[in-house]
């Protein structure tokens, strides 16, 4: 399965996102349209207490215009390893650096329409340094356990993908 | 925390996604520039067979450059209930109906610069009624088992986040 482009229209440049119209000829042989939002990858990382509890930053979300508790998370920096941008946000948001720093998974967020990829980690054996937000960041930081994660998604505290899926594939792994 | 709105642009109206920028005011008393994805959001649907086993498609992304595997879904259909939208794509692309369908969680899927909201479902009890896929869709069905998912989110094949948070909030709940 395949999809050949025949050809491209940059429709938006933004400062975060762009925005292409492509048109492609299909595995039967038609012609379509794809919107692309083309965006430069994001990393986030669930930082584990020694105690096992996580630690979330509750903060206002624009573009859904309200407030959400998320994992710590930041976008990619050109050049930059997902790592580095991980370890980097741990020390801004939380204010904490980690003894380890894992991979538990790498995917798409909504590959019908949009390139974003997105790194989890998980961070153990925290220590406190202190935090560097940026002079626009305005957080709140949340500490919560395992157990809490099926009310906090029932009552639309947690209510996005990254978020969701560090904690469950914290547990399973 | 909030953000005020002061004005908007947009700069983008296509089939699926509308694209505006805009400039809000912070908390700070700053003046910052947010750009925002307007999609009508998305509903998946897991189907999951008398024994267990799960029933993903397999279909080429333009917008990532290759096939995945994925749990099935579509755009939601303005007007449309998220639960009927869920039963129609799975008796489109899997060809089942369900005797019961469950909401497992409804979350954004990148709430920094995106609306869209996705609604993911459990789908039991199925019966075989014979897929009824649009002209332009090509897709295969594929048959996994819970215990397959580390190895097929390591070898790329499971690579997004509805089908990743679908399948994990299945084996909770």
Redesign the interface.
């Given at each position: 399965?395949?999809?050949t482009r025949l050809s491209t229209e940059k429709?938006?440049s933004?400062?975060?996102?762009g925005?292409r119209?492509?048109t492609?000829r299909?595995?039967?042989g038609?012609e379509?349209?794809?919107?692309?939002?083309e965006?430069p990858g994001?990393v986030a990382i669930l930082p584990v207490t020694d105690d096992g509890k996580l630690i979330l930053v509750?903060?206002?979300?624009?573009?859904?215009g309200r407030?959400?508790l998320?994992v710590p998370?930041g976008?990619r920096e050109p050049g930059e390893a997902d790592e580095v941008t991980a370890v980097r946000e741990l020390r801004e948001e939380v204010g904490v650096e980690a003894d380890t720093v894992e991979l538990l998974?790498?995917?798409?967020?909504?590959?019908?329409?949009?390139?974003?990829?997105?790194a989890v980690f998980r961070a153990t054996g925290l220590r406190e340094v202190g935090s560097q937000l940026d002079?626009?960041e305005?957080i709140?930081l949340v500490t919560i356990s395992v157990d809490d994660l099926?009310a906090l998604?029932a009552s639309g505290d947690?209510?996005?993908?990254?978020t969701?899926?560090a904690i469950?594939?914290h547990?399973?792994?």
């Open positions: 399965m395949s999809e429709v938006f933004g400062r975060l996102i925005v119209v492509d492609v299909t595995d039967s038609r379509a349209t794809r919107e692309v939002v965006h994001a509750r903060q206002f979300r624009y573009a859904i407030e959400i998320e998370a976008t998974a790498r995917y798409f967020i909504s590959p019908g329409w949009c390139n974003e990829q997105i002079q626009d305005v709140e099926p998604i947690i209510a996005d993908a990254k969701i899926t469950l594939l547990v399973r792994s």
